[in-house]
């Protein structure tokens, strides 16, 4: 499988993004969070796949803050998981951050997301620390993880 990796630009694209946030998070982010990350040009970024046919099936977001890339969501379509969409997309955000002067990137994740943290792992991602009772819906720690800059390729 293939995906088409590219900058979510317009609002109209944002609808795409809402629908696989509400199929994946219980706390999903809403229309005016997006909008107001649109606004928020130079920091912020999110990036959509796309399948063959154009669909967007996942997307990665994330800020650069000085030499940081700080990943705030990460998700992909129920129906289209375990195609690659998601390490393509974090390979994409890894390297566009590095390419934005990013040398180290960061992220929170729920302690029993093993899927995620599988996927993380794989990238060279750490645990640095925990945020205790980070998360609602259940309640749950977040896991800190970073990761230094290396060559992606
Ligand atoms: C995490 C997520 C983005 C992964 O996306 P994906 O497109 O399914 O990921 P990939 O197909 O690239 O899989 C990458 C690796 O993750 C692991 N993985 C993915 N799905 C898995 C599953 N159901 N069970 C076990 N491991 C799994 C595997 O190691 C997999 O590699 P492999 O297929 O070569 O074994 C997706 O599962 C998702 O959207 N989950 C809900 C939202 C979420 O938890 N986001 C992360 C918040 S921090």
Redesign the pocket.
Known sequence: MTWRIDLLRTPDEIEAVLA?ERA??TNPWTREMYLAELENRGVSFCYLARDEAGQVV?FCSFWRILDELH?N??????G???????????QHVLRQGTKLGARRAT????RS????R???E?FGFTVAGVRRAYYTHPVEDALVLWREARDDG
């Open positions: 696989i994946s998070f996942g990943i969501n990460l998700a992909v379509a129920p289209a998981r375990r195609g690659g969409a998601g390490t393509a997309l974090l992220l929170e994740v729920r997301n093993e899927v995620a599988t996927l993380y794989r």
